[in-house]
């Protein structure tokens, strides 16, 4: 089955043509995968401005779409169905995404399949190889941190999500008020690399002990604010910070990282699974991989740790075919609508 899947929830426009038949005990096939990002116009102002990304999809959209049919080599009367994100995400965005793939499925007469974003993301470790079930999930992005437990294909329960705010949010406004840029995630990784590299200075901690939010609580809930608020007192907006800028954004790196595998490791005690996925943005972090891997490979159970590349970790349109097509579930294109605040379970 090939599934044109197409994904515009943030800023990026996407679409891929993904390849799965009645064996995929080795993955999909990837014929196609086209991303195009504001990214670098949304750095100018600090932040995605929502119309700003869904003007900027409109006009790629089209274009997007073209070139994933012809990277992959097929003509659209080979394409057996049509995949789009259909929540969450930003509203303006994910009506570019949801209209569009509507108005091909009714001129192609395609069948739709709407996907759910966040659910996605855990599909990203489906492309290469299958995950066994049961598995635990973990989501981390901008938007959400989410704890799963998958029983199976449409099987999930959820265990945990964020109070407030998610990790990647944190991330962004921490790099914000140390005067790093966005995106957040890569430019914390990259400053607190530049502190570990200085041998003289590591164990000789001048800036804060930030806290680990929630990190001993009896639940698998998260929550993020309290650590901006932590690092918000010690470096205010527009005060020098006297060379620490690296120290801290180690210590806020290590502080995030170590509540979320501090939670997926708990999981993984109590519900033994077989797998352990990963996913969303924030799972491009080298120091949240490493952490991870280190802790699922001491732990007592048999259960092996997935984790999608670093160009399936961002918002693609990859995932969305291959959530699609493990979850196959076509509705009548009327139906099919965005919904921003489509929750992962």
């Given at each position: 089955?090939?599934?044109?899947?197409?994904?515009?929830?943030?800023?990026?426009?996407?679409?891929?043509?993904?390849e799965?038949?009645p064996?995929t005990?080795?993955?999909?096939?990837i014929?196609?995968?086209?991303?195009?990002?504001?990214?670098?116009?949304?750095?100018?102002?600090?932040?995605?401005?929502p119309?700003?990304?869904?003007?900027?999809?409109l006009?790629?959209?089209i274009?997007?779409?073209?070139?994933a049919?012809?990277?992959?080599r097929f003509?659209?009367?080979?394409?057996?169905?049509?995949?789009?994100?259909?929540?969450?995400?930003l509203?303006?965005s994910?009506?570019?995404g949801?209209?569009?793939a509507?108005?091909?499925?009714?001129?192609?007469g395609?069948p739709i399949?709407?996907?759910?974003?966040?659910?996605?993301?855990?599909?990203?470790?489906?492309?290469?190889?299958?995950?066994?079930?049961p598995?635990?999930g973990l989501?981390?992005?901008?938007?959400?941190?989410?704890?799963?437990?998958?029983?199976?294909?449409r099987?999930?329960?959820?265990?945990?999500?964020?109070?407030?705010?998610?990790a990647?949010?944190?991330f962004?406004?921490?790099?914000?008020?140390?005067?790093?840029?966005?995106?957040g995630?890569?430019?914390?990784?990259?400053?607190?690399?530049?502190?570990?590299?200085?041998?003289?200075?590591?164990?000789?901690?001048?800036?804060?002990?930030?806290?680990r939010?929630?990190?001993?609580d009896?639940?698998?809930?998260?929550?993020?604010s309290?650590?901006?608020?932590?690092?918000?007192?010690?470096?205010p907006?527009g005060?020098?910070?006297?060379?620490?800028?690296?120290?801290?954004?180690?210590?806020?790196?290590e502080?995030?990282?170590?509540?979320?595998?501090?939670r997926?490791?708990?999981?993984?005690e109590?519900?033994?699974?077989?797998?352990?996925?990963?996913?969303?943005g924030?799972?491009s972090?080298?120091r949240?991989?490493q952490?991870?891997?280190?802790?699922?490979?001491?732990?007592?159970?048999?259960?092996?740790?997935?984790?999608?590349?670093?160009?399936?970790?961002?918002?693609?349109?990859?995932m969305?075919?291959?959530?699609?097509?493990?979850?196959?579930s076509?509705?009548p294109?009327?139906?099919?609508?965005?919904?921003?605040?489509?929750?992962i379970?």
């Amino acid at each position: 089955m090939k599934i044109l899947a197409i994904e515009t929830s943030c800023d990026e426009t996407a679409c891929a043509v993904t390849e799965g038949g009645p064996s995929t005990s080795s993955g999909l096939r990837i014929l196609s995968n086209i991303v195009s990002s504001s990214e670098a116009m949304h750095r100018q102002t600090g932040g995605i401005v929502p119309e700003v990304a869904a003007r900027e999809q409109l006009k790629a959209i089209i274009p997007i779409i073209d070139k994933a049919i012809q990277d992959s080599r097929f003509k659209i009367h080979d394409i057996d169905a049509m995949a789009v994100t259909a929540g969450p995400g930003l509203v303006g965005s994910l009506l570019v995404g949801v209209e569009t793939a509507r108005a091909l499925a009714y001129a192609w007469g395609k069948p739709i399949i709407p996907v759910n974003h966040l659910v996605a993301h855990l599909y990203a470790n489906f492309v290469s190889e299958i995950p066994k079930f049961p598995a635990v999930g973990l989501v981390v992005s901008g938007g959400h941190t989410d704890l799963v437990f998958m029983e199976g294909h449409r099987k999930l329960r959820l265990l945990g999500t964020t109070r407030d705010d998610a990790a990647g949010e944190c991330f962004d406004k921490c790099s914000r008020w140390l005067q790093l840029g966005y995106p957040g995630g890569p430019a914390i990784a990259a400053e607190a690399a530049k502190f570990l590299k200085r041998s003289d200075l590591v164990g000789k901690q001048q800036g804060p002990t930030l806290p680990r939010p929630m990190i001993d609580d009896d639940t698998y809930d998260f929550s993020f604010s309290g650590l901006k608020t932590a690092l918000r007192r010690f470096a205010p907006q527009g005060k020098p910070l006297q060379g620490l800028v690296a120290e801290i954004a180690h210590e806020l790196q290590e502080a995030i990282v170590e509540v979320l595998v501090k939670r997926v490791v708990r999981a993984v005690e109590e519900f033994k699974p077989k797998s352990v996925l990963l996913g969303g943005g924030v799972a491009s972090n080298n120091r949240l991989r490493q952490l991870l891997k280190s802790e699922i490979r001491n732990s007592k159970h048999e259960t092996k740790l997935f984790i999608p590349p670093i160009e399936l970790c961002t918002d693609n349109a990859v995932m969305i075919g291959t959530a699609a097509f493990y979850n196959y579930s076509p509705i009548p294109w009327q139906k099919v609508k965005a919904n921003p605040g489509l929750e992962i379970v």
